[in-house]
């Protein structure tokens, strides 16, 4: 039997974990909405119950820790002994029972259809993409069915994926959008094939004929409302993902308010289900930036007499050794309050090496500290 243990008395374990099952492990939590700490104690209370254990492999082993209860860890402790086992093999196959018998729910596809994520801020370099990327990421490793748009004619995020933009005589979502084209959207999609994804991460890829998409909207005689270009272009995608992720242009053009129309509260939805994120970086320009963008919102707000949700600041590529600049800046974010900032991403060369080899960042460095920021983000739009 368990002896018994007081919840509210915890102290920090420090360990090893295969990294494939401490990712396993954090993934699942996340699916779950399960504190890692509670998933653990939860782990070795039912290893301690379930007697002999498979032996798992270590080898390769990580840092790990988590905070469990005093009298749980003392218990566990003695067990390992009395079984010959390390306290490392013995929390790894507490972690393995943990998630072999709490597995992923399926989830259906909501009612009111996708949640639409926008990432924007006109100025460029703040790495609107690679949050975009990274969070769609997250999402579809979650267990979420996710789809994240190219809406910039760089195509920036197409390519950092490995994924051709479309070409420029070829259907395109900005076509869609203006109505010169006739095939379904859902044929313009490409599946990220990997594993952690399982099957539920897809990208709509960019297409340079975007540049021009401002200046046919104004002049375009299929589309009545501006504004709502982009929703009836995705609408035929929203039941079949829970999460649509928009990466957006540098831009305060037609193309921008359109994406924010997209992002706006529905009637009936809930606030803070979509909206937008906004890309910051620690230094000035981006705080003139953001108060164009807020203009911008909040114009097209009172004209369309709509909402549209600040989902938070995403401060990116942080390095605190710049010192007052960067550190003051930051704390200028998080002053604001509302929004509030989300995630700091440090400036670290994880990313960087996973667009070099175009791959995504999740499957590149899983368990890099921007991969961490990702995920923290995801778990902020699912809450």
């Known amino acids: 039997m368990t002896a018994p243990y007081s919840p509210g008395d915890r102290e920090k374990v420090v360990s090893k974990l295969p990294s494939a099952l401490r990712r396993e492990l954090k993934v699942r939590a996340a699916q779950l909405g399960v504190d890692i700490k509670d998933a653990v104690t939860e782990g070795l209370s039912a290893w301690r119950d379930a007697g002999e254990r498979p032996m798992v492999d270590t080898s390769g082993g ?154 046919k909207l104004a002049t375009s005689r299929h589309v009545r409302v501006k504004e709502t270009a982009l929703e009836k272009a995705l609408e035929p995608l929203e039941q079949t993902f829970d999460y649509i992720v928009i990466d957006c242009p540098p831009s305060l053009g037609y193309s921008m308010d359109t994406a924010l129309y997209y992002a706006r509260t529905r009637e009936g939805e809930e606030a803070g289900t979509s909206g937008i994120f906004i890309p910051v970086l620690a230094e000035d320009s981006s705080a003139d930036a953001f108060d164009m963008l807020d203009e911008q919102i909040q114009d097209l707000s009172d004209d369309m007499d709509i909402d549209i949700e600040y989902l938070g600041f995403v401060v990116n590529m942080y390095d605190s050794r710049r010192g007052f600049v960067a550190t003051s800046s930051l704390n200028a974010w998080k002053e604001i309050g509302d929004p509030d900032v989300v995630a700091v991403i440090h400036d670290q060369s994880e990313q960087r090496k996973a667009v070099r080899v175009k791959q995504p960042l999740l499957v590149y460095a899983p368990e890099s500290e921007q991969a961490e920021a990702m995920r923290t983000i995801a778990l902020r739009i699912a809450a």
């Open 62 to 215: 990580g840092p790990f820790s988590t905070y469990i209860p005093t009298g749980l860890y003392a218990a566990f402790k003695d067990d390992c002994k009395s079984r010959g086992v390390s306290f490392a093999q013995g929390l790894a196959q507490a972690v393995r029972l943990w998630v072999d018998t709490h597995p992923a729910t399926r989830r259906s596809p909501r009612p009111t259809g996708a949640r639409r994520i926008v990432i924007g801020n006109q100025k460029g370099g703040v790495g609107k993409t690679s949050v975009a990327a990274g969070v769609a990421e997250a999402l579809a490793e979650m267990g979420h069915r996710a789809c994240v748009i190219d809406f910039d004619p760089q195509c920036h995020l197409s390519k950092q994926l490995g994924i051709p933009p479309i070409e420029i005589d070829q259907p395109s979502l900005a076509k869609h959008m203006l109505g010169e084209a006739t095939d379904p959207l859902r044929n313009l999609l490409v599946p990220i094939e990997d594993g952690c994804f399982g099957g539920r991460l897809f990208v709509l890829p960019g297409c340079k004929d975007a540049f021009l998409l401002d200046a």
